[in-house]
């Protein structure tokens, strides 16, 4: 008589699918020092690199031309020190391996595991949400630095008229900030490796760093705390950069469908 007690009984399937590895925790230390290497170059080009570049060009578009380039550079600097940090950890910048070292993976349902899908929708009242957050209050801009009373007066009218090349330059600009810069960086890079130090809180955490970030617009920062709730909890609940990246593009896409407006005057 055989002995039923002995039959391997099958394991239970997990509710939620599991990662396909554990990403290494930064230190608080870490996580300031990358915080610094981001925001820093960003503020000393936005206050120092780009008043220096005007005084250099000539032409009434100097201003505009300067602080576009500087602040690109900025962001390139991101990516690179994104792909730097990435190949240091993981010895590869695959796509295989960039995909989960960044997150760059659909959304995934924390309750059942599977990801995409339905799941994308979440991205509808996240635009909404940044919508909102873009008719608050905010603190007084310097009107060298104000974007939309630039875009509304007749020198930044007359800028744009035409100008094909200086609008490839914002987007690729925009391309940088929302996909290969900030997003990469913060929701990407930093909030996969800040539970260590964080725990359940490391997605709040992570919407602060990024507020203070924003030492090149400080104007900003008080509303781009929100995006705590806006980028950073929908990434850390849902495992995936795609959403904050997808998220924060829509702002880019509003702005350069307003500057091809001026573009085709």
Known sequence: MSDTSKIARPAP???VAPDTGELPQYSLRRILATWAAAALPMAALSWLGAPWLAGVLDGPGAWPRAIVAMLTAGLVWQFALVLFLVHREQGSLRWSVLKDA????????????????????????????????????KLPVPAARDLPLFLGSTTGQEFFSGNWTWFAGIVVMGVFNTVLGEELLFRGLLLPRMQGVFGRRDWVANGVLFGLYHLHVPWTIPVNLLDTFVLSYPARRYRSALVGIAVHSVQTAVISTMILALVLR
């Open 13 to 15: 399937v997990p509710s």
């Open 102 to 137: 960044l997150w760059l993976r659909a959304p995934q349902s924390p309750r059942t595991g599977r990801r995409g899908g339905w799941l994308w929708l979440l991205v509808v009242p996240l635009v909404l949400l940044i919508a909102a957050k873009e008719m608050l209050p």
